[in-house]
Nanobody, 115 residues
Framework: QVQLVESGGGMVQPGGSLRLSCAASGMRVSRYHMAWYRQAPGKERDTVAFLDNVGTTVYADSVKGRFAISRDNAKNTINLQMNNLKPEDTAVYYC?????????WGQGTQVTVSS
């Protein structure tokens, strides 16, 4: 059974940093395309960062230069380093893994950026 478990969310002041982690079980993150999404209240779930199985990364324009997605194959995790956080980054952040017909989601972790 595949499980994705996010951690690292919390409350931070504008300009601060957080590092989210997504621990996978029942699958190897190295064999899947991985992504972070976020969903703010009343809004759709949007892609934040994408990392394919050969290392290509893609970022939403709103987070370019501030966020970085990475994969740790030894720990079987996906990370999202978030720097210079802004109030508009406030959302629930979700980890996603997919390949072919398989598509898995974590339960989400709340990130709140507020002074």
């Amino acid at each position: 059974q595949v499980q994705l478990v996010e951690s690292g969310g919390g409350m931070v002041q504008p300009g601060g940093s957080l590092r989210l982690s997504c621990a996978a079980s029942g699958m190897r993150v190295s064999r899947y395309h991985m992504a972070w999404y976020r969903q703010a209240p009343g809004k759709e779930r949007d892609t934040v960062a994408f990392l394919d199985n050969v290392g290509t990364t893609v970022y939403a324009d709103s987070v370019k230069g501030r966020f970085a997605i990475s994969r740790d194959n030894a720990k079987n995790t996906i990370n999202l380093q978030m720097n210079n956080l802004k109030p508009e980054d406030t959302a629930v952040y979700y980890c996603n893994a997919y390949r072919a017909a398989e598509n898995y989601w974590g339960q989400g972790t709340q990130v709140t950026v507020s002074s």
